[in-house]
Every structure is written in structure tokens, then in C-alpha cells.
């Protein structure tokens, strides 16, 4: 059955154009998956993890300003926004005052550039999916490219697996479902196997920062470059302290037989350790997924493994379709390219400030970064210049895709620098200069909107 199932799935890949280093990568993923792996981390093996805050590191100018002009940019961009029905790049979703994810990210960098004196090379790792939408967005920006360095490289991709054998999935009604990306662990294996590792290391470059781009927090900050360069890790993540929000997501922990530091993922729970994950008192950091490595410490390791990096394996189980679960389940073999973090010896972990971490996952989300808890000046970062950033929670119903969201705020986002949370419950259209404060839940049974200029403070129903 195994190696049956492993040779198709080669033969596709190769068929397909799949780099080599990825085919065996999968090949290695491929084999785990036939002996019984499941990438579970129990909580027996593991202990909380304790870490030093960016507030109390003292970083000096001349430091931070060097790391920066030793560091290049990688944003992780492969992402369509499905989940929030679009079927192009979500860094092209509007954020503020007309710009994008990527204006933003483009002129942050830009704006880096000039204050430091740096190169800053930005590079986006696309899919196939996103590469031509986003080279088109980024084109405006002439002076975004170094030279010598392509602005993009692409993430390989690899064949969902039938459950009930392990053979590739095949689904003639639309070939490209056939597909998966590997996770953003894959990261390791696109540069080794572009050869961007390679050109980086050549023209000078010695530190890597990556980031999601649908997280605007995560700026190249010449602070944390100094932090990382002064520390001599070979790797490092930024970490925030977790909040109710984040109860369902993974988080940072201390391996008990050799004491290096994990990420576990929700998928990587069992069942009966779910209460464990939960606790935030007992697992108190999670992961912003902004990450920074030494590239000659990365070359070096590639080197010593055969290019595979070898990190935990996360068994990702879905439908072949997942817009129609009568289709087939399949197995998605996955990597965390946070979970590089144990196999360095001599990683680092860093508590930084929420304001690094403004993940856009949802509509929720996408509200509160369109209102105002947030300014954004001259250098493009984010302040946040609310008190407390609000929990959001829309009717999905209603919500949760964009076309749908867009259409109930037509006048754009109300104020929510003064809202702690806002529910809504029910099909609501907000109107020009609404103001949330406090805790705001609105119900209907019926279409209703909020008038302009009108200002929530207290439950309402209709």
C-alpha cells in the first residue's frame, strides 16, 4: 500500500514540476504518515516556557541599525482568503484609506529603507494561486526591488492523500483540489530549493525575518533586529502573551527530555489534552508567527539533514473538496514553519508587544483593523491608540464573507476606540459615523440598521 501510494504520488509531482528537494521532503513526510505518525505532542512531554520581554532588552542604535542593514524581508503570501470567499491574494483586500496589505507592507519597507540607510530586500513567498495578482499590486512600487533578488519565490505544492490508502487524491471536476500546499514550513525547503538561500547568503545578507502578510504588526523593527543579532541565536519567534482569543490556537512549550523548545499546534492536541491547551495560566505565550534566522545557520543545517529540515509532521485531515464534505476525506501532510524554533540548539524566544501581532483571520478582524483602534503615520506602522483592542463577533450568517461584510458598512468601519466588545446577532447595516462604547450587543430577527452617526453604548434588541 505504502510505497504503492508513494511512487504515484512522486510520478505526480514530477509530472507536475515539482522541485526535487520538495519531492523528497514529501517522500519523508510520506513515510511517517505509513508508520503510524501523527505529529501528536502530549502534555506529559512537555513544560511551560518561560521568556525575557523586548521591554526589558536594552538594544543600542548602532546595533539595531546594523542588524537591519544585515537583514532581508520574506512575507508568506500564499493565502487566497477563502474562508472569507475570495478567490485572489487576501493581502489585496482594501485596509485603510484605499491601500492594501501590500501598499502598506511595500511602503513600511520603503519607509525603513530611508530612515536606516538599509537595502531591505521584500520578498514574497507566493502560490501560483496569488503570484500574478500580487507582482501586478507591487508593480507601482519601482523602487521595491534589489538588485540581484527576485521579489517573489514560489511555495511548492504536493498531492492530498486519499484516507483510506494513501494514494493521491484525484478529482477530474477540478484538478487543481488535487493539491495542497505544504504549510508554511515549506518556507525551508522553497529557498533551499530556489536557490534563494543561496543568493541571500552571497549578496551579504546574513538575517531573515518572515512574517504572514496579512499581519500589518509585524514591521521589520530595527529594535528586534538588534536584539536578534546581539543574541547569536540561529533562531527566533516572537511571542505574545495569550489571551481568551487565542484559548483554540497553539502555543510555545519546553520538551521534557531534552529541553528544547516546541510549538504545538491545535492539530498536534489530543482530545483529552484539549483542556491543557486551553489553560492560560499553565501556557501563557503563543506564537505571532513573525520569525527571524541566522541564513548561514539554516544553509548549515540543510546542509547537515540533505536539505529536509526535518520538522514535526502536522496530519491534517479534510474533505477532497472542502466546500463539499460528500467529497472523500483526505490527509494534508503539514509543517509549522514555527516548529524550526526545536530543531536549532540555542533558539531564542522573545514576549513582544500585542501591537506585532494584528492578524487579519476573519471579518472580525478585518473590522476592528478598518476602524479606528488603530492610526497609522508617516512610516505606515500601526499605533494602536485605543486602550484595549474590542472583541468582535459577527453573524457569520450575515458576515463573514467580504462581498457580504462590505455591503452592511458601506460608510466604512464605526469608531471603536472607546468599544471593549460588539456582537451582532442578525442582519445589520451601519450607517455613517457610528460610535461603539462599551459592550454592544446587537440582536435581530429582521434586516435593521444602525442610523448614522448614532452611538452604541448599551445591549439593544429588535
Same mark, same amino acid.
Given at each position: 500500500?505504502?510505497?504503492?501510494?508513494?511512487?504515484?504520488?512522486?510520478?505526480?509531482?514530477?509530472?507536475?514540476?515539482?522541485?526535487?528537494?520538495?519531492?523528497?521532503?514529501?517522500?519523508?513526510?510520506?513515510?511517517?504518515?505509513?508508520?503510524?505518525?501523527?505529529?501528536?505532542?502530549?502534555?506529559?512531554?512537555?513544560?511551560?516556557?518561560?521568556?525575557?520581554?523586548?521591554?526589558?532588552?536594552?538594544?543600542?542604535?548602532?546595533?539595531?541599525?546594523?542588524?537591519?542593514?544585515?537583514?532581508?524581508?520574506?512575507?508568506?503570501?500564499?493565502?487566497?482568503? @477563502?474562508?472569507?470567499?475570495?478567490? %485572489?491574494?487576501?493581502? /489585496?483586500?482594501?485596509?485603510?484609506?484605499? $491601500?492594501? &496589505? =501590500?501598499?502598506?507592507?511595500?511602503?513600511?519597507?520603503?519607509?525603513?529603507?530611508?530612515?536606516?540607510?538599509?537595502?531591505?530586500?521584500?520578498?514574497?513567498?507566493?502560490?501560483?494561486?496569488?503570484?500574478?495578482? @500580487?507582482?501586478?499590486?507591487?508593480? %507601482?512600487?519601482?523602487? /521595491?526591488?534589489?538588485?540581484?533578488?527576485? $521579489?517573489? &519565490? =514560489?511555495?511548492?505544492?504536493?498531492?492530498?492523500?486519499?484516507?483510506?490508502?494513501?494514494?493521491?487524491?484525484?478529482?477530474?471536476?477540478?484538478?487543481?483540489?488535487?493539491?495542497?500546499?505544504?504549510?508554511?514550513?515549506?518556507?525551508?525547503?522553497?529557498? %533551499?530549493?530556489?536557490? /534563494?538561500?543561496?543568493?541571500?547568503?552571497?549578496?551579504?545578507?546574513?538575517?531573515?525575518?518572515?512574517?504572514?502578510?496579512?499581519?500589518?504588526?509585524?514591521?521589520?523593527?530595527?529594535?528586534?533586529?538588534?536584539?536578534?543579532?546581539?543574541?547569536?541565536?540561529?533562531?527566533?519567534?516572537?511571542?505574545?502573551?495569550?489571551?481568551?482569543?487565542?484559548?483554540?490556537?497553539?502555543?510555545?512549550?519546553?520538551?521534557?527530555?531534552?529541553?528544547?523548545?516546541?510549538?504545538?499546534?491545535?492539530?498536534?492536541?489530543?482530545?483529552?489534552?484539549?483542556?491543557?491547551?486551553?489553560?492560560?495560566?499553565?501556557?501563557?505565550?503563543?506564537?505571532?508567527?513573525?520569525?527571524?534566522?541566522?541564513?548561514?545557520?539554516?544553509?548549515?543545517?540543510?546542509?547537515?539533514?540533505?536539505?529536509?529540515?526535518?520538522?514535526?509532521?502536522?496530519?491534517?485531515?479534510?474533505?477532497?473538496?472542502?466546500?463539499?464534505?460528500?467529497?472523500?476525506?483526505?490527509?494534508?501532510?503539514?509543517?509549522?514553519?514555527?516548529?524550526?524554533?526545536?530543531?536549532?540548539?540555542?533558539?531564542?524566544?522573545?514576549?513582544?508587544?500585542?501591537?506585532?501581532?494584528?492578524?487579519?483571520?476573519?471579518?472580525?478582524?478585518?473590522?476592528?483593523?478598518?476602524?479606528?483602534?488603530?492610526?497609522?503615520?508617516?512610516?505606515?506602522?500601526?499605533?494602536?491608540?485605543?486602550?484595549?483592542?474590542?472583541?468582535?463577533?459577527?453573524?457569520?450568517?450575515?458576515?463573514?464573507?467580504?462581498?457580504?461584510?462590505?455591503?452592511?458598512?458601506?460608510?466604512?468601519?464605526?469608531?471603536?476606540?472607546?468599544?471593549?466588545?460588539?456582537?451582532?446577532?442578525?442582519?445589520?447595516?451601519?450607517?455613517?459615523?457610528?460610535?461603539?462604547?462599551?459592550?454592544?450587543?446587537?440582536?435581530?430577527?429582521?434586516?435593521?440598521?444602525?442610523?448614522?452617526?448614532?452611538?452604541?453604548?448599551?445591549?439593544?434588541?429588535?
Amino acid at each position: 500500500m505504502g510505497s504503492a501510494g508513494l511512487k504515484k504520488a512522486r510520478d505526480k509531482m514530477v509530472a507536475a514540476g515539482v522541485d526535487a528537494i520538495a519531492i523528497e521532503t514529501f517522500a519523508h513526510y510520506y513515510r511517517l504518515l505509513e508508520h503510524g505518525e501523527t505529529g501528536m505532542i502530549p502534555e506529559a512531554s512537555i513544560d511551560p516556557v518561560q521568556m525575557e520581554s523586548l521591554a526589558d532588552v536594552e538594544v543600542s542604535d548602532e546595533a539595531a541599525a546594523a542588524a537591519i542593514r544585515k537583514t532581508a524581508v520574506i512575507k508568506l503570501n500564499g493565502g487566497l482568503g @477563502t474562508s472569507m470567499g475570495m478567490d %485572489r491574494a487576501k493581502s /489585496l483586500l482594501c485596509v485603510r484609506r484605499g $491601500l492594501s &496589505f =501590500l501598499d502598506i507592507i511595500a511602503r513600511q519597507v520603503l519607509h525603513l529603507r530611508s530612515e536606516y540607510g538599509a537595502p531591505l530586500p521584500l520578498i514574497f513567498m507566493n502560490s501560483f494561486r496569488t503570484s500574478g495578482d @500580487t507582482m501586478a499590486a507591487l508593480a %507601482r512600487y519601482e523602487d /521595491l526591488p534589489v538588485e540581484g533578488l527576485p $521579489l517573489e &519565490f =514560489l511555495q511548492n505544492k504536493e498531492p492530498k492523500l486519499q484516507a483510506l490508502d494513501l494514494s493521491p487524491a484525484s478529482y477530474p471536476k477540478d484538478p487543481d483540489l488535487e493539491w495542497c500546499p505544504p504549510g508554511h514550513g515549506d518556507l525551508y525547503t522553497a529557498l %533551499r530549493g530556489t536557490g /534563494l538561500l543561496d543568493q541571500l547568503i552571497e549578496a551579504g545578507y546574513r538575517y531573515v525575518f518572515v512574517s504572514n502578510s496579512d499581519n500589518l504588526g509585524a514591521v521589520p523593527d530595527a529594535r528586534v533586529a538588534g536584539w536578534f543579532a546581539d543574541s547569536g541565536a540561529p533562531f527566533a519567534i516572537e511571542a505574545v502573551r495569550r489571551t481568551p482569543s487565542d484559548k483554540k490556537g497553539g502555543h510555545f512549550a519546553r520538551r521534557k527530555s531534552d529541553g528544547r523548545i516546541v510549538l504545538r499546534e491545535t492539530a498536534q492536541t489530543l482530545p483529552q489534552d484539549l483542556e491543557a491547551l486551553a489553560d492560560l495560566d499553565r501556557h501563557q505565550f503563543c506564537s505571532t508567527n513573525n520569525l527571524w534566522f541566522d541564513l548561514v545557520a539554516m544553509q548549515n543545517e540543510l546542509d547537515r539533514r540533505d536539505g529536509i529540515l526535518g520538522l514535526p509532521m502536522i496530519r491534517n485531515v479534510k474533505h477532497l473538496d472542502p466546500a463539499d464534505k460528500s467529497t472523500p476525506e483526505v490527509i494534508q501532510i503539514e509543517t509549522a514553519m514555527g516548529a524550526a524554533i526545536e530543531v536549532f540548539q540555542g533558539s531564542q524566544l522573545i514576549e513582544v508587544s500585542r501591537d506585532r501581532f494584528v492578524p487579519v483571520k476573519t471579518t472580525n478582524d478585518l473590522l476592528v483593523l478598518r476602524s479606528d483602534v488603530y492610526d497609522i503615520g508617516r512610516d505606515f506602522v500601526l499605533d494602536q491608540v485605543a486602550v484595549e483592542i474590542p472583541y468582535v463577533d459577527l453573524d457569520a450568517h450575515y458576515y463573514k464573507l467580504v462581498g457580504d461584510f462590505d455591503k452592511r458598512f458601506p460608510e466604512g468601519a464605526p469608531s471603536m476606540r472607546k468599544a471593549h466588545s460588539l456582537k451582532v446577532a442578525g442582519d445589520w447595516t451601519f450607517g455613517h459615523g457610528v460610535q461603539v462604547v462599551g459592550e454592544v450587543d446587537l440582536t435581530a430577527t429582521s434586516a435593521q440598521r444602525v442610523p448614522a452617526d448614532a452611538v452604541l453604548s448599551t445591549s439593544s434588541d429588535a
